[in-house]
């Protein structure tokens, strides 16, 4: 599928903006997300509020979404299917909320965390494309 443009060029900018705002937030330190996630211990609250402002910029997305007829650069919206909670759902939250409490990195700000040259991030997101192609390959096996 051949992207045009403007496509690419918001793309980049919402990217670039996503980055920024995991940088400015801490989302891209490990140990600030481990301390959020350490409810019983040291909880440091601080990300609380950078889950309230991404809850209520997605539900003005919503919004938004609903009240338009189609986007700006493309000819229609993407939006998921909804499809019921299952065994395969639960154990997925589980394995990425494992990872994310372990690692203290959840996908996007691990890949944005790369241009800091650390070697935590590379780790994380070698092991995590690691997990996508064996989940892949396993899946791959079974469909077929």
Known sequence: MTRSLPQILSALACGALFGLGLALSGMLDPAR?????DLAGAWDPSLAFVLGGAVAVMALGLVLVRRLARPAFAEGFHLPDTRPVDRRLIL?????????????????????????????PLLFVACMVAGMVLH?????????
Do not use: H, I, K
């Open 33 to 37: 997300v481990q301390g959020f996630l």
């Open 92 to 120: 997925g939250s589980a394995l990425f909320g494992l990872g994310w409490g372990l690692g203290g990195f959840c996908p996007g700000p691990a890949l944005a965390a790369l241009s800091l040259g650390r070697a935590e």
């Open 136 to 144: 892949d390959r396993l899946f791959a096996r079974r469909a077929g």
